[in-house]
């Protein structure tokens, strides 16, 4: 079956960094394009960034454009989500998801447990 698994979350200071990534098993992930999603306290599901299946194409929603830099490791089966100058309107639950727009929306219910970034002096 399909599994994802989210880590690299943690607290850390407005303006610091982090690396979350996500190990994918159970599809053939080279062939798949990939999302990352998350949701805040209180809120629903919001699309951060997908990325297309061999890396070459990528986009971000207006909030982390220039923040944040999707990318994957096709051998490696891992996708990852690097963010730069976090701001406390970023603290969410970071979920991957299998597709890209708008296909992941219909693969949600598969995510894994998530990471959690909070951002906070």
């Known amino acids: 079956q399909v599994q994802l698994v989210e880590s690299g979350g943690g607290l850390v200071q407005p303006g610091g960094s982090l690396r979350l990534s996500c190990v994918v098993s159970g599809l053939s992930f080279k062939n798949s394009p990939m999302t990352w999603v998350r949701q805040s306290p209180g809120k629903g599901l919001d699309w951060v960034s997908s990325?297309?299946?061999?890396?070459?194409?990528?986009a971000y929603a207006d909030s982390v454009k220039g923040r944040f830099t999707i990318s994957r490791d096709n051998a490696q089966n891992t996708l990852f989500l690097r963010m730069n100058n976090l701001k406390p309107e970023d603290t969410a639950i970071y979920y991957c998801v299998k597709g890209g727009r708008p296909s992941y929306y219909s693969n949600l219910s598969l995510r894994g447990q998530g990471t959690q970034v909070t951002v906070s002096s």
């Open positions: 990325i297309g299946a061999s890396g070459a194409t990528m």
